[in-house]
């Protein structure tokens, strides 16, 4: 069975084009991939999240709301007893920014520019999940 991971665009951002690569190369790398698409309350990516029994949910922000939305996604799980899910986050993050996310919760951070191969390599780590044949 593949790891499954949610890929979620929190808040009011509008702009899903890194969120659908980061789905695509999860995809192509051996992953189960789920979109919410844009504009997503963070109870509705917790209740899909749990509906789809996923290892991962991805946060994908642009708007600077990072620390806040991080934040609330995993106390969230927390509340919903899915504290296993690990929140990963990407998008406009400044360096001085992730510890603090760190911090509030979030496995692994991809700030704009990160390689998708990085990124694919943290999260088959997150998951312990093996590179395809």
Do not use: N, Y
């Not at 360096?95 to 088959?124: I, W």
């Amino acid at each position: 069975m593949r790891t499954r991971v949610l890929i979620a665009k929190p808040g009011l951002d509008g702009h899903d084009r890194g969120a659908k690569i980061v789905a695509r190369a999860l995809r192509d790398a051996g992953f189960e991939v789920v979109f919410t698409g844009i504009r997503q309350r963070i109870e509705d990516i917790v209740a899909i999240a749990l509906q789809e029994d996923v290892a991962v949910v991805g946060l994908s922000i642009l708007s600077g709301a990072h620390l806040a939305l991080t934040a609330r996604t995993v106390e969230a799980l927390r509340a919903a007893d899915a504290a296993d899910i690990a929140v990963i986050v990407g998008g406009t993050i400044p360096a001085a920014d992730v510890p603090r996310l760190q911090e509030a919760g979030a496995a692994a951070v991809f700030p704009t520019g990160t390689s998708l191969d990085v990124l694919v390599a943290e999260v088959r780590a997150l998951t312990a999940a093996p590179a395809p044949p």
